[in-house]
């Protein structure tokens, strides 16, 4: 490991004055892919500002019903938080499908946001990666894309962001308290996260010395929900995800009518991807089958897949249907019903035996 | 009467003896052996697939506080014998794979060390490479045999005319993808040069191995090598045969004035220094009349291998031995790669080359209109086919009844994607399981009385978690026919008689009869009361009568699977085995693991793929976050059977092992059982969720 320094914060301003200050450091939180990328040796921050014990982990509901998460509040105690779960099941479930137990227990509500891609080449060194050392090329776009972008990528980098968190967050409208050294500011979560265009090596467009204090989610929405589809049943980056948070017009009618929606898909993008052409398909349609696929073709019309990745097309539209069901109340087509099943004998289903 | 030797401690579900050394964090693993001292040890690896090293700068690195000095080709000890490439670690300047060592680093540290290998400047000349297993490879060849002395081809009656003419016939290509053995603790040897003796603390799978193999490369003779591997984290194969890092660390232990030297392999560098198990493309055919029964069958095998060092598994192997078919031919291929250097992982031969015909013989089922068992019941041999020698105990079929009535076989629905609950598309699927019975000779137990009624009872054996330390020690307790508390039992160093690898499911049966016929040699020399000091050595008698039968463990493997309609996950509730192995020595640790091989069944069903990146010559998915196995909430309801078995032709302790057996023909379960949930055949594992995407 290269050496480094080591400083713990007083407080949230003298961090984010010594970081602005110094061009190697980093802030430290729940340390769980910073420590992982510095003994990778993709990382070697000079200083590092631990601000892990500065009292922002509290989850403050506002009088107004917005909901202030602080940036150390950690994953797991933000998973388990009464308001959350009850009130942004989307986000509850969306910390839940991330990572482990044990690390969820580290991870911090600004860490997580701030957690780099996965992408096997960024985080290998030997080999050529415009994110980590610009201008060396893309080893992904051509190699292993199976977790990579098909929507708004360019030919310098085709990473995707890994958060589950930050997918729930921009369906559910949140934004992020940011201090930087001139004061504060406030953005949506939408627009934290960059697309990698000729810069991939900029994730987000926080400049070098900024923090983020805090998370702001507007009053709960509805209906909320996170689904995430991967390889296995616990401990992988999302395949595809898709957070929705939705209101009816009248949540008893026979076929309701969505008022208002929002979408963000995870595992397709640089960032956390809003889903708005999705969201003007259905916003005023009635909650249907066909609307709902008919909204996922909109989003997808301009998906780019890579070799290794065209999967995705088929599994974001079925996802986000399945999603849009489940928040509806809407019934899915029987999947073992005549007509759409395909059993293959040896020769073709005819001679496949087992009507005998 | 009976061959088999009575048993009392033997059966009993003991628990593991040295489970509270290793709940409590007490147990010595190779690296937490107290050495005075230590040199670290980090490694410089090649970052290209094949060429030379032109020129290592090591000045910065040299530099740093606490670089003791930096090896490489030009100040690396030689070794005796370099003709192992794999082992011949900075002999030359040839780089042979991407992620070779082409320098080692020895600082006081562990972090100088790792922290000067990543400032040591290694410029290269390249040369064209491959690192791709092709079909249409030109360089495709026959090997001279295939491991374990298989024949590489195999040939009987007519299989063309026969297959041309059949009722029923399959045509279809199988593939499994390279696969990476990690074993819970990293490979890591810590090595001392005392001037005289090498004595290495090793993660191994066996101790005397490893003395022989260090003994020929160093050129020393084997009194002066000692290993030492009380506990060892796993293997699956990959500590098997000593791999470069033991190597590594015994050159450098020659430079350090007798200084121990730590060389800890890391998680990702594990996927270059420590092999991985071949990919495989099996191209199978069965021809069968419409009553199912096979009249040709034929298995065509490719795989790849390193340049550097030829591995050449036994693939086809079941295929020649499990079904009766008048007409049968197999044929093997490599291709030679810029890779890294594949090896065993657990079942090498059985566990692959269990996938496609299995799955074939699913998919001839559903084109007979068969159940799956009723097929395989109908093919069953009365002998080898092979070699007409009569199997000494053939219990498969008594493996799938009783599997079927447990797992609710009954249940099944023939017709595929018909059973559907709150959006998961669910089925079932069968397969079945051999693996051979091996006793490797090359074993001694030695036993010495002690006094108040202890016995120490030695060999160089290894317990690589399975649970040999207790299993061992039952053993003895009933060979000597005293209680299992009277057993000190020794095992782990080279201190001890020599031992054969915990390899081939066959350590218990080969260390275990071992030690039977010491028991009975030591009773011979000083009978039931012996005294103080009294010690016999024994290796174990002859058995030609063996030699003219097919000793092989049979097993059924049952699994549910749900796959989501809409997103393609997939998933196993429920997997069953029933196993016919012998007699079972320690229940709960046999439970273990076959539940541990079972589960490394549904790795390799659903996750584990190793992805080699042609352009780099590596493994581009190297660590536990990118590489797949199974979490805790992928295994769900798993559960291991076993039938009574008397084996009374797998010498007096009538075990044929039980390590491998679990992980061979459990992927094609759940493959045929993902068949029968979605109508989808997938051919190529790993079973991804995208491939069931509709």
Known sequence: MIPFDYHRAEDAASAVALVSGTPGAAFLAGGTNLVDRMKLGVAQPTLLVDISRLPLDTVDVQEDGRVRIGTNVRNADLAANTVIRSRYPALSQALLAGASGQLRNLATTGGNLLQRTRCVYFQNPTTPCNKREPGTGCSAVEGYTRYHAILGASEDCVATHPSDMAVALAALDAAVVVMGPAGERVLPVSDLHRLPGNEPQKDTVLDHGELITAVELPPAPARSAYRKVRDRAAYAFALVSVAAALELDDDDAAVPVIRDVRIALGGVAHKPWRALQAEAVLRGAAATEDNFRSAADAELRHAETLNGNGFKVPMVRNTLAAVLRDLTGTAGPDASAPGTDHPEGPSGPDDAGWEK | MSKLMPASAIGTPFERLDGELKVRGTAPYAYEQPVENPVHLYPVLSTIARGRVERVETAEAEALDGVLTILTAETTPRLADSSDRELAVLQDTSVGYRGQIVAAVLAETPETAREAAAAVQVTY???????QLHGDDPALYAPEELNAGTPTDSSQGDFDGAFDTAALRIDATYSTPPEHNNPLEPHVTVAQWDGTVMTLWDSTQGVHAVRGTLAQVLGLEEEQVRVIAPHVGGGFGSKGMPHVQVVMAALAAQVTD??????????????????????????VRLGAADDGRLTAMSLDILEHTSRIKEFAEQTP?????????????????????????PSWMRAPGECPGMFGPEVAMDELAAAAGLDPIELRRRNEPEVDPETGNPFSSRHLLECFDLGAERFGWENRVARPRSVQEDGWLVGMGTASAVYPFM??????????????????VQIGASDIGTGSWTALTQIAADALRVPVDRIRLGIGDTRFPTASVAGGSSGTASWGGTIIAAARAFREDHGEHPSPGAQTEAQPPEDPEAADLALYSFGAHFAEVRIHADTGEIRVPRMLG?????????????????????????????H?????????????????????IPTNADVLDMEALWIEDRDEHA??????????????????????????????????LPLTPDKFLT
């Open chain 2, 317 to 341: 192997a079941p295929f020649r031995m499990m079904y009766a078919s008048p007409n049968r031919r197999t044929t093997t291929r490599l291709t030679p790669l810029d890779i890294p250097v």
């Open chain 2, 608 to 628: 584990e793929q190793g992805v080699l990146d042609p352009r780099f010559g590596i493994f581009v998915n190297s660590d536990l976050a990118e590489y797949h």
């Open chain 2, 258 to 283: 007798g200084r121990p030297v730590k060389f800890p392999v890391s998680r990702q560098q594990m996927y270059t220094l420590t092999s991985h198990r071949t990919p495989t493309i099996q191209h």
């Open chain 2, 578 to 606: 029933v196993f016919s192995a012998g007699r079972i020595i320690n229940p709960r640790t046999a439970r273990s693991q076959f539940l541990g091989a079972m589960t490394m069944g549904l790795g390799m069903a659903l």
């Open chain 2, 651 to 684: 010498g007096p302790l009538g075990a044929r092992g039980i390590g491998e057996i679990g992980i061979v023909g459990s992927p094609a379960a759940i493959a045929n059982a993902a068949y029968n949930a979605s109508g989808t055949r997938i051919r190529d």
């Open chain 2, 439 to 456: 006793r490797q000779p090359a074993n001694t137990a030695r036993i010495r009385y002690e006094q108040d009624g202890v016995y120490s």
């Open chain 2, 125 to 131: 000349t390249e040369e064209p490479f491959t690192a």
